[in-house]
């Protein structure tokens, strides 16, 4: 008989946390439960219900997971990007994915229609913290730029492969949009190496 091996509790909740990514990439947000992420890391119902308290709870703690390691990596390309190691795409590209390929669209659209608003504040205090770190003044041009590039990641993620079939434009038509947007706004505020 093979014995589980004991992991710490953060080495618990980290598993958990990414084997529900994986199941929200894989099959979507409906898929992470409590019961099908147990099942993926070999654990119990109740050892997740000991880490998160409820599946609302898990998908909260995955938001914030997500937001972390997602916004993480935009910093560091927006700080490559603003030396001129790094391109502005690449910035767009990290934050279209994180709501299109990583399922963060995915994600806050069920949070939202389930009735799990309060979810989505882990990805709204990361994305505050993000602008925050970048731009210590907390320019309101900075802000506005960052609202405008995640409402179109988020609304590229949801629909933009239909959208922009129907107008008969290129699939990347927005991230290309955005992009210039990102262009012209490090131009206008001095940040363009």
């Known amino acids: 008989m093979a014995t589980r091996k004991r992991l710490t509790q953060v080495e618990s909740r980290d598993a958990a946390l990414e084997a529900a990514r994986a199941l929200l990439i894989e099959t979507g947000p409906q898929a992470v439960t409590l019961k099908a992420v147990a099942a993926r890391v070999g654990r119990t119902h109740a050892n997740l219900l000991h880490h998160f308290g409820s599946a609302s709870g898990l998908q909260k703690a995955l938001a ?27 910035v767009v590209d990290l934050t279209f994915d994180a709501f299109d390929k990583e399922g963060g669209g995915a994600l806050a659209s069920w949070m939202l229609l389930s009735g799990n608003e309060d979810a989505l504040d882990p990805i709204v205090d990361a994305i505050h913290d993000l602008v925050d770190d970048l731009h210590e003044s907390g320019a309101g041009a900075m802000r506005e730029v960052t609202l405008a590039l995640v409402l179109m990641a988020l609304g ?31 131009i206008k505020a001095g940040l363009a190496p």
């Open 156 to 186: 590229d993620a949801l629909m933009g492969a239909q959208l922009s079939a129907s107008l008969d434009l290129p699939r990347d038509q927005a991230r290309a949009t955005a992009e210039t947007m990102l262009i012209e706004s490090a």
């Open 64 to 90: 914030a997971y997500l937001a972390e390691t997602i916004c993480s990596t935009i910093v560091e390309a927006v700080v490559a990007s603003r030396a001129g190691l790094d391109s502005p795409r690449h």
